[in-house]
């Protein structure tokens, strides 16, 4: 009998224990190439940050939970889901050192973690227990998805909103903690409270780490009722303990960097706040169970991403070092690469390596003239079209009174944010450095160039 074969009962899949994936910063080992061979070949992938990777032995446990479903469809929801759901669950409890498995849900995404957390502020605005002056406080560079959220849930509802404007380039964490605190100040101005304060843990573009746990310390000195962390890019990246940082409502992606398919998203809600307000956006015979269970049932769909959680920790533990070995390396590959480029660039970093996880931006040549965000966009597909290159751009647009960094030539307007993956070579990095060295040496500026 095929061991693989999912009709095999109802144990998880046993994967044969492969140990010892080497992982170094000059590039991968055959092993790994081979896990990610299903991307498309020679195309400069340094843009792991946005939708993430998986790898072949998780892509193929997948599969098998896929047809173990279609295999026998009722058996499969009576018998299996919620048993292989309940056993990520606890997979992640004890990643992210919560208290108890009800307090992780599995959801699809960050976008749909923010709906949970959104959608008990708004009512609590729309039923009048809030008063109009209280507020949500979240960074000027919060996610679009999330500040439409808020829009959405709370703006309607009559809630009003603080955004909390960052610096950039960023120099010390002591600047974010400073702005947090006038922010907040901000917030409370009319007499109101802060219902919500939310917080990036690594913030999207640009992109930085965030002190979370100094700035949930510091809500907690400010009353602030609630601290949701959008940690969309955390789990796989920097160290995540929910019970250190003492938060609330967390969510981590687990497509993005922990080499789970797309999609799907740890959230944990601390236990005192699970309630009768706390509920999944899409409703099902499972509403009023409590969220886990919620997440774990919202209508008839394909569940195989939350359920090879397991798989993927396996994939995770066959690195030297596990999590924390990966999380290091792409560190310090990422801050290697980004100051290989600055330098050949005669640029700089946006942050200091310290502020930083496996995504860095680096400052692109003045000489580009990227003056907008179309330019950035014009770029970034330009870089796609000719160059097969796949990475964000993006542009800071100075501010009143600001005195932005320069290059020999001019003020430095754009920036790359690159990734680091266990998939990422040497060349990735080179082929980017030296297709924007082209554009300069063609005398080329953002306003030129063809998309396509
Ligand atoms: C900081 C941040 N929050 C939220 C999201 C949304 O993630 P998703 O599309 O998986 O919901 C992203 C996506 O990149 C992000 O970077």
């Known amino acids: 009998m095929d061991e693989e074969d999912p009709r095999n009962g109802d144990e998880p899949i046993p994967k044969k224990p492969r140990v010892g994936l080497a992982l170094s910063i000059s590039g991968p080992g055959p092993e790994i190439r081979e896990e990610f061979a299903h991307h498309q070949p020679g195309i400069a992938r340094i843009n792991n940050g946005s939708f993430g990777s998986c790898p072949g032995s998780v892509l193929a446990a997948q599969r098998a939970w896929q047809l173990r479903f279609l295999h026998q469809p009722d058996e499969f929801y009576f018998k299996t889901l919620r048993k292989g759901i309940l056993e990520s669950r606890t997979v992640i409890k004890d990643l992210i050192n919560a208290d108890h498995v009800d307090e992780v849900s599995l959801v699809d995404n960050a976008t749909t973690a923010a709906a949970i957390v959104l959608q008990q502020i708004g009512q609590a605005f729309s039923h009048g227990l809030f008063c109009k002056n209280d507020t949500v406080v979240m960074f000027h560079c919060a996610f679009q998805a999330i500040k439409k959220s808020i829009q959405a849930y709370v703006v309607r509802a009559g809630g009003a909103v603080v955004e909390i404007q960052l610096p950039f380039p960023l120099h010390s964490r002591q600047q974010i903690v400073s702005e947090f605190r006038k922010g907040l100040e901000r917030g409370k101005a009319n007499g109101g409270k802060i219902r919500l304060a939310i917080i990036d843990h690594i913030t999207s573009m640009p992109s930085f780490v965030i002190p979370v746990r100094e700035l949930v310390d510091i809500c907690r000195e400010e009353g602030v009722d609630q601290v949701f962390v959008d940690a969309a890019h955390a789990m796989g990246t920097v160290p995540v303990d929910v019970k250190e940082l003492g938060v609330d409502f967390y969510v981590s992606n687990l497509h993005k960097w922990f080499f789970c398919p797309p999609s799907v998203a740890l959230f944990y809600c601390r236990k005192s706040l699970i309630s009768s307000q706390i509920h999944h956006p899409v409703v099902t015979e499972e509403y009023g169970k409590g969220l886990p269970m919620e997440s774990s049932w919202i209508g008839t769909r394909d569940y195989s991403s939350q359920l090879v959680v397991p798989s993927a920790l396996e994939f995770v533990n066959r690195f030297q070092g596990g999590l924390q070995g990966i999380m290091k390396r792409n ?87 690159i990734s680091h993956q266990v998939y990422n070579t040497l060349e990735d990095y080179h082929k980017f450095r030296d297709a924007i060295n082209q554009l300069i040496e063609d005398g080329k500026v953002c306003k030129m160039l063809l998309a396509e």
Request: with cysteine; aromatic share 6%.
């Open 331 to 417: 560190h310090d590959g990422v801050v290697q690469m980004g100051s290989m480029l600055a330098e050949s660039w005669g640029t700089i970093l946006g942050s200091p390596p310290h502020m930083c996880g496996s995504m860095i931006m680096v400052g692109l040549p003045s000489r580009l003239c990227i003056t907008s965000e179309d330019d950035a966009s014009r770029l970034r597909s330009h870089l796609r079209a000719y160059y097969s290159v796949e990475v964000p751009i993006y542009y800071h647009a100075p501010r009143d009174g600001e005195v932005g960094p320069r290059d020999k030539e001019g003020l430095i307007t754009g920036y790359a944010r």
